[in-house]
């Protein structure tokens, strides 16, 4: 799949992750958000969400990250969704050890047979392919960092985006 093969494909998603309250850059994401078919958030922003989710158009899957562990909200760590014949992960990262790098998060993926795994909590873009394991970090919001995702329900790519 080349990148304008997902300018046709049934999944666009927008993954973000560490707002830590940048509202005005959210507030920017709306209309990409709702231009999607989802939003994934991965933690660290849960109550930035929470605020902004009347004007949102799409379903949300969300996490909470080690920031958002006061929020007084019922949001999982982790999450385990299909996007097609897809299944796919999403969680912060932080109990994952992902500073140390993915192989915690190949575990998860592996014992919840995933072949996606979003998260975030290193603040740092990534969308690497291991042991048949995409992973993708979105990078942090509150520094403009995005991805945008797009799949057919087999095949999957990520591209950064900056706002």
Known sequence: MNET???RIPYKLVVISDTHHDMVRLERMIPVINSADYLVFCGDGVMDI???RGMLTVPIVCVKGNNDLGANVNITETASVAFGSTRAIVTH??????Y????NLYGLATMHGARLVFFG???TYCDRVEGGVHFINPGALCSG????????GENFIARRGVI
């Open 121 to 123: 909590h290193t603040h």
């Open 145 to 152: 960092s995005y991805a945008l995702v797009a799949g057919d």
């Open 5 to 7: 093969d997902a300018e």
């Open 100 to 103: 140390q790098g993915l192989r």
């Open 93 to 98: 990262g932080h109990k994952y050890g992902v």
């Open 50 to 52: 929470m605020k902004i």
